[in-house]
């Protein structure tokens, strides 16, 4: 499970159907604050279903959030496939 898309592009996934998200489980997060800018790391297991297939991967996710007036809005957000003893650093 993979790939590279804009948001218009995951909405239409999920809306079709091809990509059911069932369940994150969160296991580590970290967080660093550069003036009005956040980011957010946290190790996850995501279990979806891609057409009839349940599947489990391991993933990285980190977050890039931008505090602009008196709300924080998300600017990117990756995904990266890691092995199950991959832990997030402090």
Request: glycine share 6%.
């Given at each position: 499970m ?39 790391w ?49």
């Amino acid at each position: 499970m993979g790939g590279t898309w804009k948001k218009a592009e995951e909405l239409e996934i999920i809306k079709t159907g091809r990509i059911w998200y069932k369940q994150a489980d969160v296991h580590d997060v970290a967080v660093e604050m550069f003036e009005n800018t956040g980011i957010v790391w946290s190790r996850i297991t995501l279990t979806a279903a891609l057409g009839s297939n349940e599947v489990k991967t391991e993933f990285t996710v980190t977050e890039v959030f931008q505090k602009q007036g008196s709300e924080w809005k998300l600017l990117d957000l990756t995904f990266s496939s890691v092995r199950d003893e991959h832990q997030i650093r402090k």
